[in-house]
């Protein structure tokens, strides 16, 4: 189904733009892709349409500008209601529950992954992959409790928590090849090993996530950015 | 629908108060449970055991935790009564970036200028004032940012008026 108006401004390294891009091909809309570079100064369109993070991505609906990949991927889900998947589950409770761990992704896991990425110190680095370790083995626990026996947090289909874990599967594998470690392991986490195959090899996931050695290679590039902009200026 | 409605809360946490005020809001009545954040309860250790923190929501027995989430789920539950997220679906994810925006900047700003001096603390004064800027920005000539009633963002906001 061709649509008119739609647009996602992003990377394609950018897991938070590959949620966007999953919940569009989940429900089979059509969009223009606006590649923004991570590595140049940021573009014009980015900065009019998202002046208070100035961030990635930025999903345009009718020239309306929607910021915030779970917002987006909420929108997304309450504008395309004919198709047969539903990002979030109808009941209230389920719905909470889906929130609770979408959240729990991106406050706790995300920032414990990127402290592991641009560590700088062996010490700093050693904290954040217990943090990340940890917190695998707590959303192996979410897992048991969300899916039901099924496949995917959403139960039979790809629901939002599946969406918010399974973009960083890309940047997962590349920052534990950096660190000599799988940090989703088969012997701590051996449910959401098989979750993540089942994740990556989905119809509307296989094309969005990123080839890992040219996700490696951005990654020193971008790892490197940071730590300059970090560095403390004479 | 009611069913039993228990908040684990303390009553200075202006995110407990969210969830209080959505619930005066749409006078749904509920069990108010004072927390000894020293020395918490076993049952909130047991219904939040990922950030053992308050505000929990208990209904019928089970845990929705995390504020913003709560009032959420109250809102959806308790939808016939004094709705406060807005049904456009525009409207609606402009509400919650706001609401994000709150969480993001308000909260850790205003711990930073309350924990720290010097010029860590006026760096984050500077900041904070923008931000409010913004949310100025955002309300316009509006009563509410909710429009002519209460809203998402107000129920969001308005509790870190007393802090």
Do not use: G, T, V, W
């Given at each position: 189904m061709a649509e008119s108006n739609v647009k996602v401004l992003g990377t394609w390294a950018s897991p938070f733009v590959m949620r966007v891009k999953i919940a569009l091909h989940l429900k089979s809309v059509r969009y223009e892709d606006v590649e923004e570079d991570l590595l140049a100064p940021k573009s014009e369109l980015l900065l009019k349409s998202n002046p208070v993070y100035k961030k990635i991505p930025v999903f345009f609906h009718a020239h309306n500008p929607?910021?915030?990949?779970?917002?987006i991927l909420q929108y997304i889900d309450e504008v395309w209601t004919t198709s047969a998947s539903s990002i979030l589950p109808s009941d209230p409770y389920e719905r909470s529950q889906s929130r609770f761990w979408a959240a729990y992704v991106d406050d706790k896991f995300f920032p414990a992954l990127r402290r592991l990425l641009i560590g700088a110190t062996e010490e700093d680095k050693k904290a954040a992959l217990e943090e990340v370790v940890e917190g695998t083995v707590v959303l192996e626990g979410a897992f048991g409790e969300l899916s039901k026996g099924k496949a995917f947090f959403g139960g039979d289909n790809i629901g939002f928590v599946d969406i918010a874990l399974g973009s960083l599967l890309g940047w997962i594998e590349v920052i534990g090849k950096q660190c000599e470690t799988k940090l989703v392991s088969e012997a701590k986490t051996p449910r959401l090993v098989q979750w993540a195959d089942c994740f990556s090899a989905h119809e509307a996931v296989k094309d969005v996530l990123p080839d890992v050695d040219k996700l490696a290679d951005f990654g020193l590039k971008l790892r490197a950015?940071?730590?300059k902009a970090l560095a403390p200026t004479n | 629908m009611a069913g039993e409605l228990v908040l684990l809360d303390f009553w200075p946490s202006p995110f407990g108060m969210r969830s209080r005020i959505a619930l005066a809001e749409k006078g749904i009545p509920y069990e108010y449970r004072e927390e000894d954040l020293r020395n918490?309860?076993?049952?909130?250790?047991?219904?939040n055991p990922v950030h053992k923190k308050i505000p929990v929501?208990?209904?019928n027995g089970k845990p929705v935790c995390e504020s913003v989430i709560q009032v959420q789920y109250i809102d959806e539950v308790w939808h016939d009564k004094a709705p406060l997220i807005p049904s456009d679906p525009y409207q609606r994810a402009v509400?919650?970036?706001w609401v994000d925006f709150i969480d993001k900047k308000i909260y850790e700003l205003g711990s930073k200028i309350w924990k720290t001096k010097g010029e860590e603390q006026a760096?984050?004064?500077?900041e904070f004032i923008e931000c409010l800027k913004l949310l100025e920005g955002e309300l316009g000539d509006k009563t509410y940012f909710g429009g002519e009633s209460l809203g998402y963002v107000d129920v969001a906001l308005v509790p870190f008026y007393s802090w």
């Open positions: 929607i910021c915030e990949s779970l917002i950015k940071i730590l | 918490k309860s076993d049952l909130l250790l047991q219904m929501l208990i209904h509400a919650r970036f760096n984050a004064k500077k």
